[in-house]
């Protein structure tokens, strides 16, 4: 997703995030337990979010079973928030009211598996 799709996306599951996980799930914030207050700058974390909310919308939403949203907490909920929450996960390092960027690991520029070069 680019552009406006993904900013029109992005806006949903923010509004998600912030009116229906957070307030219902989102426990006190500790350094065993971090979160950032800026987590859309955290693409682990962002990618994390969407799933959980496409899930809740599949599980929760129209035409959804009675079961949906017991199903959603026991297969997405706490192994998400888990991961996020984790002291070494994407938010290590953040604080309450304070976003701490991270290096990404780095990587050798060549591809490996490229097709050798044609000879002419």
Do not use: N
């Not at 888990?82 to 953040?94: I, M, N, S, V, Y």
Request: with cysteine; proline share 13%; charged share 15%.
């Amino acid at each position: 997703m680019e552009g406006p799709a993904y900013a029109s996306a992005l806006r949903g599951l923010t509004l998600w995030v912030h009116h229906v996980l957070l307030p219902v799930y989102g426990r006190e914030v500790t350094s065993a337990a971090p979160w950032c207050p800026t987590w859309w700058e955290h693409p682990e974390a962002v990618a994390q979010l969407h799933g959980l909310w496409l899930a809740w919308g599949d599980l929760t939403g129209p035409g959804s079973t009675m079961t949906g949203p017991a199903s959603w907490h026991r297969d997405y909920l706490s192994s998400v928030m888990d991961t996020l929450r984790d002291p070494q996960g994407p938010f290590a390092g953040c604080k309450p009211g304070m976003h701490r960027p991270k290096d990404t690991p780095k990587v050798a520029v060549i591809d490996p598996f490229a097709p050798p070069p044609a000879h002419s």
